[in-house]
């Protein structure tokens, strides 16, 4: 069973860049039959799916419309880790965030952050 | 964007079924997903691909999906299943969620 283990701050300020982290347990982050997702949740939005990051040969990426201008999901081999970094957030962008494996569903979260933007 | 739409909440007393529903544009042409979630929890699949049960889940969860609609049924529904529900399926480009439902066992 893959575990995923999120670390990253709960608070950051307005215009600021969000970054979050998801430490992979149980299986390789090049892995062919995963990708791996951030997806956040509010009172406001709901469940969000942010994006996702895989490998097939080669490194792929795919962000929500919503935030495509700002996102970026990178892996990170050497620590088997993947990252979520959101730029110039708003109060808009303060949710619990999670990341989550995706084999046929998704099937390991982690245990989610709240992260709150304000001043 | 493509919506999925929830009832905001569902009642059910001990014993007796709950069906939960969720309702997006041609939904039966795509795989479905349903996901309960208690608070302060990470959701967790109870229902993919319209009707599998991943190992682990009882067998008093089912799902169906045609046509607009997909369905969530909890048979014998029992108090530990008292949870928020989202459905989630995959638009061609995005993840979508539905709304959510708040089941309530009284």
């Known amino acids: 069973q893959v575990q995923l283990q999120q670390s990253g701050p709960g608070l950051v300020k307005p215009s600021q860049t969000l970054s979050l982290t998801c430490a992979i347990s149980?299986?390789?982050?090049?892995?062919?039959?995963?990708?791996w997702n951030w997806i956040r949740q509010s009172p406001s939005r709901g469940l969000e799916w942010l994006g996702r990051?895989?490998?097939?040969?080669?490194?792929?990426?795919d962000y929500a419309a919503s935030v495509r201008s700002r996102i970026s999901i990178n892996p990170d081999i050497s620590k088997n880790q993947f990252s979520l970094q959101l730029e110039s957030v708003t109060p808009e962008d303060t949710a619990v965030y999670y990341c989550?494996?995706?084999?046929?569903?998704?099937?390991?979260w982690g245990q989610g952050t709240l992260v709150t933007v304000s001043s | 964007s493509y919506e999925l739409t929830q009832p905001p909440s569902v009642s059910v007393s001990p014993g007796q079924t709950a069906s939960i529903t969720c309702s997006g544009d041609?939904?039966?042409?795509?795989?479905v997903c349903w996901f309960q979630q208690k608070p302060g929890q990470s959701p967790v699949v109870v229902i993919y691909?319209?009707?599998k049960r991943p190992s682990g889940i009882p067998e008093r969860f089912s799902g169906s999906n045609s046509g607009n609609t997909a369905a969530l049924t909890i048979s014998g529904t029992q108090t530990v299943d008292e949870a928020d529900y989202y459905c989630?399926?995959?638009?061609?480009?995005?993840?979508?969620f539905g709304t959510g439902t708040k089941v309530t066992v009284l």
């Open positions: 989550a494996r995706l084999g046929t569903y998704f099937d390991s």
């Open positions: 149980g299986e390789s982050v090049s892995s062919n039959s995963a990708t």
């Open positions: 990051t895989y490998y097939t040969s080669k490194w792929n990426n």
């Open positions: 041609k939904l039966g042409d795509k795989f």
């Open positions: 691909q319209d009707n």
């Open positions: 989630q399926a995959w638009d061609g480009s995005t993840y979508v």
